[in-house]
């Protein structure tokens, strides 16, 4: 029991390191939920390190995604921690947080595969296949390591790879964990992709300077940035009609925590697409406006009220 505290307090304490949004969304969640979302999302968060590493080669970032996608179902103790002694020896990044994910990893594999099988095989399949559409975009790196998307539906892809497989993810996870989402499973998972596309491309708007910077190209050359913005927007709001979906059907005890959870990263990405559209093509939301928008919505919920008082404000 006590060994088990402390991979709770690890996955949380790795989480804070990591992710500013999750980091404030999670605890929101019902356990088991809680701790399932949270060790899945640093799965993905590993991913996004070794696709990131722009400390290493793009062949080294591809054979590291490889084998970390295998650990996933199999792979022996020393083997794990053979590939992880390996990445801290010549890290592919320097952000402090996400090494220290890195050395943890062996610990977070070892929490997934003592989640219940189901739960367990919604997470490896969707990691997997996160995983293969990182690999494609890696291989479309030119030789110094800079990756130029061709256009709209090649942004798209992106996004889904990244960001709408983990939309796809959770709400699996959901529905397993509340009946009451059962007639709405389908509508749900329709959203689901749109809802991670809309907060990838409020990131790449915003990051979009810092990451050509670094050699990745993410709004595609010729492409108005009005249209992303647009497409955003469009979304942002289908998330939106997600989040009532969840708010109208969810019958479980914990379902306020699970619209919670979801309703806090609508309501940043659209304040933030809304910084953008009006300011800095770079604007970002500051602190206090995320712990603005984050004590509204913890008060709406404590009151019973709709976590987004207006889809129209979306």
């Known amino acids: 029991m006590i ?46 390190t070794l696709e990131d590493g722009d400390l290493w080669p793009c062949s080294k970032r591809q054979e590291a995604i490889a084998e970390f996608a295998r650990f996933l179902r199999s792979g022996s103790e020393a083997e794990i921690e053979a590939a992880l002694g390996r990445w801290q020896e010549q ?18 594999l070892a929490e997934l595969r003592g989640f219940p099988a189901s739960s367990r095989t919604v997470i490896i399949e969707h990691l997997e296949r996160t995983a293969s559409g990182m690999m494609k975009f890696l291989k479309a790196m030119d030789e110094g390591g800079k990756l130029v998307l061709a256009g709209l539906e090649a942004l798209r892809q992106y996004c889904y790879a990244v960001a709408g497989i ?22 749900l998972s329709v959203a689901a992709p749109l809802f991670g596309e809309g907060l990838q491309l409020v990131n790449v708007l915003k990051d979009a300077r810092s990451d050509s910077q670094e050699g990745r190209q993410y709004l595609p050359h010729g492409l108005p940035r009005r249209v992303v913005l647009d497409l955003a927007r469009e979304d942002l709001r289908t998330a939106g009609r997600y989040v009532r979906l ?15 959870f979801c309703a806090l990263p609508v309501l940043l990405a659209t304040a933030n697409l809304d910084l953008l559209e009006n300011g800095p093509s770079d604007a970002k939301l500051g602190r206090a406006e995320v712990l603005s928008l984050a004590s509204g919505l913890r008060s709406r919920l404590q009151s019973g009220e709709s976590a987004i008082p207006s889809l129209s404000s979306l």
């Open 166 to 187: 983990v939309g796809e993810m959770l709400t699996e996870l959901f529905v397993e964990a509340d009946a009451g989402l059962l007639g709405v499973r389908r509508d």
């Open 246 to 260: 969840l708010e109208d059907h969810g019958r479980s005890k914990g379902n306020r925590g699970v619209v919670g």
């Open 91 to 108: 890290p592919p990044v320097s952000h402090a947080g996400y090494l220290r994910l890195l050395s943890g990893a062996d610990q977070v």
């Open 3 to 48: 060994e088990q505290r402390e991979t709770v307090k690890l996955v949380e304490r790795l989480l804070l390191e990591t992710s500013r949004t999750f980091a404030l969304t999670i605890p929101l969640l019902p356990q088991p939920l809680r701790h399932e979302v949270g060790v899945g999302y640093l799965l993905f968060r590993i991913l996004d």
